[in-house]
């Protein structure tokens, strides 16, 4: 059973800060890419930043300059740090990951698309 846990948002002032978190656990045996999307309501979900492995990152104009994303292999965790936050930025900020498994009974390995619950972001005076 493979996990994604996101952590870090809230309510905050329009100019300000917050950082997400996103950890991966459970059955794993590699991550590929990993990423943030958005949604906002009456919107469809749109990407935000994603990262590779090696962490080469891509950054959505309407965030370049604003977001940084990065991550920790060893701990299976990606990051989504936001400055300058503005209320368009509010949304529920969705983890993703490409996760590599074990299949036991097939004697190999797979890779799956996995996605967190979610974690709402609310910019606002």
């Known amino acids: 059973q493979v996990r994604l846990v996101e952590s870090g948002g809230g309510l905050v002032q329009p100019g300000g800060s917050l950082r997400l978190s996103c950890a991966a656990s459970?059955?794993?045996?590699?991550?590929?890419?990993m990423g943030w999307y958005r949604q906002a309501p009456g919107n469809q979900r749109e990407l935000v930043a994603t990262i590779t492995r090696g962490g080469s990152a891509n950054t959505a104009e309407a965030v370049k300059g604003r977001f940084t994303i990065s991550r920790d292999n060893a701990k299976n965790t990606v990051y989504l740090q936001m400055s300058s936050l503005r209320p368009e930025d509010t949304a529920v900020y969705y983890c993703?990951?490409?996760?590599?498994?074990?299949?036991?009974?097939?004697?190999?390995?797979?890779?799956?698309?996995?996605w967190g619950q979610g974690t709402q972001v609310t910019v606002s005076s």
């Open positions: 993703n990951a490409d996760i590599v498994i074990w299949r036991g009974t097939y004697g190999d390995t797979a890779k799956y698309p996995y």
């Open positions: 459970g059955s794993i045996f590699s991550i590929n890419d």
